[in-house]
C-alpha cells in the first residue's frame, strides 16, 4: 500500500480461494488502484499470485490464511480482514470442489465433504459477509453457483446438489440484501476449462477462466444480480427443464 494512504480511501478485494484461476482472473480486472486479500490454505506460498497482482496495478496484495471448511474460524477472519484493511469493497467466493462423484455414491464421508465445502462452508462465509457489509452500508459479493445446480444430473449429483442448494440460499440471500446497499451476483458457468477440471472432456459451450472473468466483471459494473456464462446457456438451461427425467437421466456431466 502506498505510504500516507488512507486504508478507507482505498477499495479492497477480498478473493476467498486466492490460488482460484477464476478468481485470480477476476482480481487481475480489478486490481489496478485497489488492495487485494488473497485468502486460502498455505497462504505463506502465494509469491507467485501476489506478483501477478502486483503487476496488474494493485496497490497492495495481502494473504490470509483461509480454511473453508474450518466455519467456526470464518467470522474472526473477516474481522480480522475489516481490521486490518477496511471496509470489504468486493468479496469473491471462488473455493470450492468437484470432488470424485463415482467415489461419492458409495463413500458417504466423501459425499458430505464435498457438500461441506460447495454448501456448508459457502452459507457460512456468506451470513458473515451479509452482516458485514449491511453495516457497511454497501459492498459487493460475488457466488459461483453452475449451470450443474439448475437441474442436477445422474452424472455428477453430489456437486450437482451442493450448488442447487448454494443456488437456492444465494438467490434468497440477494434479495434480502435488496434495499441494503449491497450486490450480490450470482454466476451460473457452465463446464469451465482449466485445471479443476483438466483431464475431462469439455462440454458444449465450454468457458475458459478469462471468459467467466470478463464476464463477471461487466455484472459487477452493471450491478447484475445474474451471470450465465456464456449467457446462451440460459435459454439453453430453460428447455433443459423440460426434458422427461427419462431423457434426462442420461445427459453427461
Do not use: C
Amino acid at each position: 500500500m502506498t505510504a500516507g494512504a488512507n486504508v478507507n480511501d482505498i477499495e479492497t478485494v477480498l478473493l476467498l480461494g486466492g490460488r482460484s484461476e477464476i478468481g485470480l482472473e477476476i482480481a487481475v480486472r480489478l486490481a489496478p488502484g485497489r488492495n487485494i486479500v488473497l485468502a486460502a490454505r498455505r497462504s505463506g506460498e502465494l509469491s507467485e499470485q501476489e506478483q501477478m497482482l502486483r503487476n496488474a496495478g494493485a496497490v497492495g496484495v495481502s494473504t490470509v490464511e483461509f480454511d473453508a471448511d474450518a466455519v467456526d474460524t470464518h467470522g474472526d477472519l473477516l474481522g480480522a480482514v475489516v481490521a486490518e484493511h477496511g471496509r470489504i469493497s468486493v468479496a469473491v467466493l471462488a473455493f470450492g470442489i468437484l470432488g470424485d462423484q463415482a467415489r461419492a455414491e458409495t463413500d458417504a464421508a466423501h459425499a458430505v465433504a464435498v457438500v461441506h465445502t460447495d454448501y456448508v462452508a459457502q452459507i457460512s462465509i456468506l451470513t458473515h459477509l451479509a452482516e458485514i457489509m449491511r453495516r457497511q452500508g454497501t459492498g459487493k459479493i460475488v457466488v459461483f453457483s453452475s449451470v450443474a445446480g439448475v437441474r442436477v444430473r445422474r452424472a455428477n449429483y453430489v456437486y450437482g446438489s451442493a450448488k442447487a442448494g448454494l443456488d437456492g440460499f444465494a438467490s434468497g440471500l440477494g434479495d434480502a440484501l435488496h434495499g441494503s446497499g449491497v450486490q450480490l451476483m450470482l454466476v451460473r458457468p457452465g463446464f469451465v476449462i482449466g485445471k479443476m477440471t483438466e483431464g475431462m472432456s469439455p462440454a458444449p459451450m465450454s468457458s475458459t477462466p478469462s471468459q467467466v472473468a470478463d464476464a463477471v466483471v461487466r455484472g459487477l459494473n452493471s450491478g447484475a444480480t445474474r451471470v450465465w456464462v456464456p449467457r446462451i446457456l440460459q435459454p439453453v438451461f430453460f428447455v433443459m427443464r423440460l426434458l422427461p427425467q427419462t431423457i434426462w437421466r442420461r445427459m453427461p456431466r
